[in-house]
């Protein structure tokens, strides 16, 4: 199901560029959050959002910003990509009984 | 903030034997414990909860058991099967907000 869609679902970018993921959903959620997943890690949170002005940092927010440009979309952007940001890249939208996650961006940064 | 810890990481089992993973909490004001179960290449999908005030929940193979005053939870599957071989992850969180993950456990269900 297309409820929480990331775009792109692959991306191979170079040390220092600019790069942006992209999330949008369907389900009506106020809450948005970005998870990096490594192996090993679990999930660990990058930013979080519970509504378009509300913006927060999560556990691992250095090198990472974020963009609420309305309730379906929150877009994850890394200013100057480095090599250990490679990794899968999740959004989920929550309410009161869990989050839905988006398919994933799995993003190398060479 | 809260710090969830989950063991074993990698498990693996007979099929039709049973498999447990269990989860620990720092913050006693943890209140909702969903387990997600991430299939090769997929997003993770919640597959069970429980709620502070339940100490346990069961759905077919699947049981979740909570214990709040060692603030630990246990998955519980039994009769495991080859499509249940995943990643599961637990998670804790205090008001729905946001939610604590564990590392993760590997599933795999040998045939």
């Known amino acids: 199901d297309a409820d929480v869609t990331q775009t792109p679902r692959n991306r191979i970018t170079k040390t220092g560029k600019r790069i942006m993921l992209e999330c949008s959903q369907t389900k009506g959620h106020d809450r948005m959050y970005w998870y990096r997943q490594d192996p090993g890690l679990g999930l660990r949170l990058i930013y979080y959002?519970?509504?378009?002005?509300?913006?927060n940092k999560g556990e691992i927010s250095d090198g990472y910003s974020v963009s609420r440009q309305a309730q379906a979309k929150f877009s994850l952007s890394l200013e100057s990509a480095i090599p250990n940001q490679t990794a899968l890249y999740f959004c989920?939208?929550?309410?009161?009984?869990?989050?839905?996650f988006g398919s994933g961006t799995r993003l190398t940064v060479v | 903030g809260e710090n969830v810890e989950q063991h074993p990481s990698t498990l693996s089992v007979q099929e039709g034997d049973s498999a447990v993973i269990k989860c620990t909490y720092s913050?006693?004001?943890?209140?909702?414990f969903p387990w997600y179960k991430q299939e090769l290449g997929k997003r993770p999908q919640l597959i069970i909860d429980i709620r502070s005030n339940v100490g346990e929940k069961k759905d077919q193979r699947i049981a979740v058991t909570l214990n709040k005053t060692a603030k630990h939870f246990s998955l519980h599957i039994t009769e495991t099967q080859p499509e249940d071989s995943a990643v599961y992850f637990c998670a804790a969180s205090m008001t729905f907000n946001k939610f604590y993950f564990g590392s993760g456990t590997k599933l795999n269900v040998k045939p």
């Open positions: 913050d006693s004001a943890s209140n909702y």
């Open positions: 989920a939208t929550g309410d009161n009984y869990g989050y839905t």
């Open positions: 959002s519970f509504d378009v002005k509300d913006i």
